[in-house]
């Protein structure tokens, strides 16, 4: 066990460099999590799509989200709010003034880079040539909704959630009535056209995010804030990632964006660096003024109480999907040796594994054997719906391709089960293998 941890240890310290990045898009795409967008036409810049396996983890990991931040409290109210929005939304909130990277191009190939992700802003990092001024770059994709062509049907694909639930607080105060403090919370897909997308999943074009948009009385926003921060370390945890690779960095003035008071990123050790991977910000009653002012609608609060009338404050935090899936696939990856060949595993948390057990019968052409494994994995499939039949190749293979995509478990039907209805079941990450019996595997596997 100590050799086996050991291993592990020293396998992964030499996998913290640039070749594990390598070795997880390939197995990515190999085993069916993520391909590149639209490869079959040469791709399309900071996109990806999402195999049958990769959508199984992304659920797994919006489901863990959800139960924590939505299901198991009574502060939280989900939403799900339109990606096309009134232009007047992305007026008032700040983003069409002001969402921005700057930009250089250069002056002989043309090729444009993010100005502040160069270390010489006045050289060309492709070609040596010299590079242009400096211009601001606004992210939004904007788009024309009916058939109007002049800028009344301007619009804008989202490039956060955010502003959403910023413009229904009216509306979910007037069908629930909540008292303050509450959340509204919200998964969806968001567009930024990044100057320059890069690292896999890390910065892409089309993400999606999970977002709280929490409104307090203005007073009571350091507890909220404080509650908020031990959450998201909770939900770091419920996916299996360790305490120790993700790190707060408290953002300075001046970095902060233009909302926030009070802003901690909260960061992760990918392979290619430490970088951002959520973020909690205090956006005080900013938006929610910036929406009356825009609209024109008294977007108040009215505590029944106290008889006050007022704008609530805002904690937010804020998570990317696609680098949690990130994050959660680079820290399972593992090369190790087992029975004397190497072997290449993701060591997922149980909860976010696409599969949670596979069931094999010992021998594909023995139909007593192949009908008992049937009968296995259709009680377990309705007990725990993520479970896989395999019958191709030997055990041996049938192990590694498991191990490869994470399955924390295989359980194999073999001749002593017709006897005593028990099977073996293996342990991916030590290989140990033990005889239980049919009657004791729901409970054993759902533990
Ligand atoms: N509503 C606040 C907001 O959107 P943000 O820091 O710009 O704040 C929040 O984005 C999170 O969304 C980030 O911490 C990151 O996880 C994710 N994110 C932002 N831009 C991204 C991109 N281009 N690709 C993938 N994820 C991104």
New binding site residues.
């Given amino acids: 066990m100590l050799a086996t941890m050991l291993c592990w240890a020293m396998s992964n310290a030499k996998m913290k460099n640039d070749s594990i990045m390598e070795n997880v898009v390939s197995l990515a795409k190999r085993r069916g999590f993520i391909y590149q967008g639209s490869e079959i036409y040469g791709g399309l810049a900071g996109t990806w799509d999402y195999g049958p396996l990769g959508v199984a983890l992304k659920n797994n990991i919006k489901n863990l989200w959800w139960k924590r931040f939505v299901l198991d409290r009574e502060d939280m109210y989900g939403f799900d709010a339109a990606i096309l929005m009134n232009q007047e939304v992305w007026k008032s909130s700040g983003h069409v003034g002001g969402f921005s990277d700057p930009l250089v191009e250069c002056t002989k190939c043309k090729k444009r880079f993010r100005a502040d992700h160069l270390d010489d802003k006045t050289k060309c990092p492709d070609c040596g040539a010299t590079l242009g001024e400096e211009k601001q770059f606004n992210m939004m994709f904007k788009t024309r909704v009916g058939a109007t062509e002049d800028e009344s049907a301007t619009s804008y694909l989202r ?4 502003q959403g639930m910023f413009v229904n607080f009216k509306n979910v105060v007037d069908s629930f009535h909540p008292k303050l403090p509450f959340g509204l919370a919200q998964i969806g897909k ?1 567009f ?1 056209n ?1 100057i320059a ?1 890069r690292d896999f ?5 089309e ?1 999606e ?1 999970m ?1 709280i948009e929490y409104f307090v009385r203005p007073e009571t926003w350091t507890d909220a804030f404080e509650g908020l921060r031990a959450e998201m370390h909770a939900f770091v945890g419920d996916i299996g990632l360790a305490p120790g690779d993700v790190h707060e960095l408290e953002v300075p003035d001046g970095d902060r ?1 233009h909302y926030s008071k009070r802003t901690i ?1 909260f960061e992760f050790d990918y392979p290619f660096g430490r970088k ?4 909690l ?1 205090y956006r005080t009653n900013f938006d929610l003024s910036a929406h009356t002012g825009g609209s024109k609608v008294d977007i108040s609060y009215f505590d029944e109480e106290t008889k006050e009338r007022f704008v609530p404050h805002v904690i ?1 935090p ?3 999907v ?3 899936v990130l994050a959660v696939l680079t820290s399972a990856y593992t090369e190790d040796e087992m029975g004397g060949e190497k072997r290449v595993y993701l060591r997922l948390a149980k909860a976010v594994a696409p599969v949670k057990v596979a069931v094999f019968p010992l021998l594909k052409n023995k139909p007593e054997l192949v009908a008992k494994a049937r009968e296995i994995y259709t009680t377990l499939k309705k007990d725990i719906g993520a479970v896989l039949f395999d019958d191709n190749g030997n055990i041996g293979k049938r192990y590694r391709r498991q191990d490869e995509i994470g399955t924390p478990v295989c359980l194999t039907v073999d001749f002593d089960t017709l006897e005593d209805d028990t099977v073996t079941i293996r342990d991916r990450d030590t290989g140990e293998q033990e005889r239980v019996a049919i009657g004791d595997l729901k409970s054993r596997l759902m533990a």
């Avoid at 951002?276 to 973020?279: K, R, T």
Wanted: glycine fraction near 6%.
């Fill in positions: 490039p956060e959630t955010a968001a930024r990044e997308p999943l890390f910065r892409t074009r993400f995010q977002e964006a990123d951002e991977l959520y973020g910000a937010e804020s998570f990317g696609d680098r949690t």
